[in-house]
T-cell receptor, first 114, second 116 residues
């Protein structure tokens, strides 16, 4: 079974803090994604990576950055957390090559910024 | 540009009743369509996907969806709801350049409530 793990299920941070969210997958997938999930808005893509050290902005990249130094790990960084970044963050991974390949999701990190 | 609209943010059915969750898409190219389910406090998991091989797609847990090009729809159905079906359901369409990137565009989600 594919396994995507996220470093924390719940996180509470203060405004202005630098926040790291970690995601690890164990299936040697090339593509990895970070989404945020908000009620009524569904999932919105923040960043994705199609290979090690390769990244591309998604639909809502402002206030976020990412890092992919190893194939299995994709980190989301909030440089200076703000209250409007309180949300559920979901990581996903998939193998490349076909549009039909399934994205596999981690359990999510619920972040509260005070 | 690709987009997805899910009609109804909340759907409530009685146990044993038909489940119908609506999804309409917009795509400038032949679309690939997906339904994902999110159970409470969990990530998303794939229910089914439309691959163009057949317009009626069967998924896990008794769900199925029918692709109707003329209506640009991909509605999700289940003949008889079970309490364990209570979850949030997301429809998604393959995004631009997705053959290389795998990008998906998700709908707003529909929360299914199942009453005893």
């Amino acid at each position: 079974d594919v396994k995507v793990t996220q470093s924390s299920r719940y996180l509470v941070k203060r405004t202005g803090e630098k926040v790291f969210l970690e995601c690890v997958q164990d299936m040697d997938h090339e593509n990895m994604f970070w989404y945020r999930q908000d009620p009524g808005l569904g999932l919105r893509l923040i960043y994705f990576s199609y290979d090690v050290k390769m990244k591309e902005k998604g639909d809502i990249p402002e206030g976020y950055s990412v890092s992919r130094e190893k194939k299995e790990r994709f980190s989301l960084i909030l440089e200076s957390a703000s209250t409007n970044q309180t949300s559920m963050y979901l990581c996903a991974s998939r193998t490349s090559g076909s549009t039909l390949e399934t994205q596999y999701f981690g359990p999510g990190t619920r972040l509260l910024v005070l | 540009a690709q987009s997805v609209t899910q009609l109804g943010s909340h759907v409530s059915v009685s146990e044993g009743a038909l489940v119908l969750l609506r999804c309409n898409y917009s795509s400038s190219v032949p679309p690939y369509l997906f339904w994902y389910v999110q159970y409470p406090n969990q990530g998303l998991q794939l229910l089914l996907k439309y691959t163009s091989a057949a317009t009626l797609v069967k998924g896990i847990n008794g769900f199925e969806a029918e692709f109707k090009k003329s209506e640009t729809s991909f509605h999700l159905t289940k003949p008889s709801a079970h309490m364990s079906d209570a979850a949030e359901y997301f429809c998604a369409v393959s995004g631009p350049g997705s053959s290389n990137t795998g990008k998906l565009i998700f709908g707003q989600g529909t929360t299914l409530q199942v009453k005893p």
